[in-house]
């Protein structure tokens, strides 16, 4: 009878167990891939959408609110010149908090 010997792992001989298992895990990693590709698309749309609203007139002045709310640090000195936006922060991260609840509740139906 042969038996294994210690830390003995499977995945890590050649041959067709190797082979079989690669595409078990695959798709794992596939999901994972594409979920990143969306995020960098989502991120690419915003940054786009953000550059839009500088060049056309009148909606530049509609987000020129966000950074500049009550509760925003702002430090200027002689040389010195420090901004911390909490509320700004704290704010946005209520908003897509709930905008992501929303989407997993309507992608769980």
């Known amino acids: 009878m042969l038996t294994q010997p210690a830390g003995f792992v499977p995945s890590l ?4 167990r190797n082979l079989l298992q690669r595409k078990l895990l695959m798709p794992e990693w596939t999901a994972l891939g594409r979920v990143l590709i969306g995020i ?27 950074g500049k709310l009550p509760g925003d640090l702002s430090i200027k000195r002689d040389n010195v010149s420090f901004y911390f936006p909490i509320t700004t922060s704290l ?7 709930l905008l992501f609840y929303v989407l997993g509740w309507l992608f769980r139906r």
């Open 13 to 16: 001989l050649p041959g067709r």
């Open 40 to 66: 960098g698309v989502g991120v690419v749309v915003v940054g786009l959408l953000l550059l839009a609203v500088d060049r056309v007139p009148g909606l530049g002045s509609a987000f020129s609110w966000l």
């Open 91 to 97: 704010l946005l991260s209520v908003v897509l908090s």
